[in-house]
Each structure stands twice: as structure tokens, then as C-alpha cells.
């Protein structure tokens, strides 16, 4: 029986779903996540303080939280960029947004602006000095979405991203961890050896560190 075209494709679609970004599938996995996010990410605190650091924000500026999650960058932002500057946060998954707009009104921050959109599709309203991305792989791996962010930041804005990256091969036992914490929160796997690719030709001055034992990266850099 020879095999109809839709019959002969069904491989090649299953690895294109392999090899990128899934919406759907990202929205499920947080669905899921959402009530216990703030204490799976609590490893991470000290990624998180020292990406934000690297932003070098100062009183004043806009900076952008690319998948903001629940909002835990919040508070550590709006410590720097005072009452006096805005914080936009863009969320796909509405039970995650649901908990970053209640941690906004809890803490009483008016100057907090919530974008439910995928980052590729987010309409954001203003020219950013700054912008973080914290444990975002998805849109780290999804070309359009930087470039929507990169068209909303400032000449000379600064980009941080952080996350999960395949550890070193001195490291090599620490990638089961990696490979447990990708599956529940990465709808790929592709590009975990450099997830900074497609960052990387945006920026100038690309500086790279690596944290517990080689299993996180952060990427910093200055917007072309």
C-alpha cells in the first residue's frame, strides 16, 4: 500500500515539534506549575539577583520582564527603577498571570504594566531601557520574539537573559538534572548547549557566565 503524502510528513512534523517552541504545550506545562512555581525557582534566587544586577538599572528606568511568570522579578525591579519607573511584564499563560497581577496589587506597584501575549505577539507600549529574560527558554529559541523585544528597548539598552544550559562534559552527571528540570518547563530541548544563539547577533558585547556547576548561564549584552 503506498503510503498517502500526509502519511509520509507525519515524521517530519514530529521532529519540527521537537525542534521548536510549542505555545500550546508551553501553556499546559505552566497551567500545571503555576501554584508551585514561586517554590520550584527558589534554587535559582541567586541567578535571578545576579541577572537582574547585570541590567544595571538605575531610578527611573523602563525595563521589560520577558515572561514574567508570577512576577518574582517584581520586587528586586522596583527596588532600582522606583516609583518613578515602569516595569512591563509579558505573560502567555493567563494562571501565571493571574499570580503576577495579584503579587502587583498585594505590593500596591502602579507602576506595573501586564501584557497576556505570547512575546512575539505582545504589543508593547514604550521603548525600554533595559529587559530581562529569566528562565525563558521557549523565546529564547523563537527568533520573532527577540526581535519584538529588541524593537521596543532604547540604543544602548541592556539585555540579560538566564536559564538552563547543558552542562560542561567535566559536569556531565549534572545534565539529568538539567534534562528533568527542561522537560517540565521547556516545550524543546533544541539549542540547550548555546541557548543564547539567537540572542547573540542582536547585541554587542556579549558576556557570558556560568553558574551551578555549568548548568546555568546568564547572557548579558548591550542592544545593537
Avoid at 134 to 142: A, K, L, N, S
Avoid at 177 to 204: I, M
Wanted: hydrophobic share 45%; aromatic share 6%.
Amino acid at each position: 500500500m503506498t503510503p498517502r503524502p500526509d502519511d509520509r510528513s507525519q515524521p517530519f512534523q514530529r521532529l519540527t515539534r521537537w525542534l521548536t517552541p510549542n505555545r500550546s504545550t508551553a501553556i499546559r506545562q505552566y497551567r500545571s506549575r503555576a501554584r508551585i512555581y514561586d517554590l520550584e525557582l527558589a534554587l535559582f534566587e541567586p541567578v535571578r539577583q545576579r541577572a537582574i544586577d547585570l541590567l544595571r538599572l538605575k531610578n527611573g528606568d523602563r525595563v521589560l520582564d520577558v515572561g514574567c511568570g508570577t512576577g518574582l522579578s517584581f520586587s528586586a525591579l522596583e527596588g532600582l527603577v522606583g516609583p518613578e519607573g515602569s516595569i512591563v511584564g509579558i505573560e502567555q499563560s493567563p494562571e501565571m498571570l493571574e499570580r503576577a497581577r495579584a503579587r502587583t496589587a498585594e505590593n500596591s506597584w502602579k507602576n506595573v504594566a501586564l501584557i497576556p501575549a505570547s512575546v512575539e505577539e505582545a504589543a508593547i507600549p514604550l521603548a525600554a531601557d533595559a529587559a530581562l529574560f529569566h528562565f525563558t527558554h521557549d523565546i529564547m529559541r523563537t527568533p520573532k520574539a527577540l526581535a519584538n523585544v529588541c524593537s521596543h528597548l532604547k540604543p544602548g539598552a541592556r539585555i540579560v537573559a538566564a536559564g538552563l544550559k547543558w552542562a560542561p562534559i567535566r559536569a556531565m552527571p549534572l545534565n539529568l538534572l538539567v534534562w528533568n528540570a527542561a522537560l517540565r518547563s521547556t516545550s524543546t530541548l533544541e539549542g540547550l548547549a548555546r541557548p543564547w544563539s539567537h540572542l547573540e547577533p542582536l547585541v554587542s558585547r556579549l558576556e557570558l557566565e556560568q553558574m551551578l556547576g555549568g548548568t546555568v548561564y546568564i547572557a548579558s549584552g548591550v542592544v545593537k
